[in-house]
């Protein structure tokens, strides 16, 4: 069974720092784009960060550039979200989202993912 699972969300307070994980499996991450969503509450669910192996492609979002680091550990078949600096407006759910072969521009539309973690939840208190 193909199946992505997210952990290390949690609350913290503005300007900590919390590392997401997205353990991957039923494949590897060969060839596959990486993907995190976030949705808060009333509104869109947008992506956040990328890193695929297909193309070696990155993107972050504008908001958070300079904060986040999007890595891969392919031995573990886990990519990990570090996030910096945290803001309260970076309270939301996130979900990690896979798909095979594509770039991360490919990927932004959340329709295109194929397979989805059940998402974590990160809140920032001010």
Same mark, same amino acid.
């Given at each position: 069974?193909?199946?992505?699972?997210e952990?290390?969300? @949690?609350?913290?307070?503005?300007?900590? &720092?919390?590392?997401? =994980?997205?353990a991957? !499996?039923?494949f590897?991450? +060969?060839?596959?784009?990486i993907?995190?969503?976030?949705?808060?509450? @009333?509104?869109?669910?947008?992506?956040v &960060?990328?890193?695929? =192996?297909?193309d070696g !492609?990155?993107?972050?979002? +504008?908001?958070?550039?300079?904060?986040?680091?999007?890595?891969?550990?392919?031995?573990?078949n886990?990519?990990?979200?570090q996030?910096n =600096?945290?803001?309260?407006?970076?309270?939301?759910v996130?979900?990690?989202?896979?798909?095979?072969?594509?770039?991360?521009?490919?990927?932004?539309?959340?329709?295109?993912?194929?397979v989805?973690?059940?998402g974590?939840?990160?809140?920032?208190s001010?």
């Open positions: 069974e193909v199946q992505l699972v952990s290390g969300g @949690g609350l913290v307070q503005a300007g900590g &720092s919390l590392r997401l =994980s997205c991957a !499996s039923g590897t991450f +060969d060839d596959y784009a993907a995190w969503f976030r949705q808060a509450p @009333g509104k869109e669910r947008g992506v &960060s990328c890193i695929s =192996s297909f !492609s990155t993107y972050y979002a +504008d908001s958070v550039k300079g904060r986040f680091t999007i890595s891969s550990d392919n031995a573990k886990t990519n990990y979200l996030m =600096s945290l803001d309260p407006e970076d309270t939301a996130y979900h990690c989202a896979a798909q095979w072969m594509v770039s991360c521009a490919a990927l932004l539309n959340p329709g295109i993912p194929e989805w973690g059940q974590t939840l990160v809140t920032v001010s």
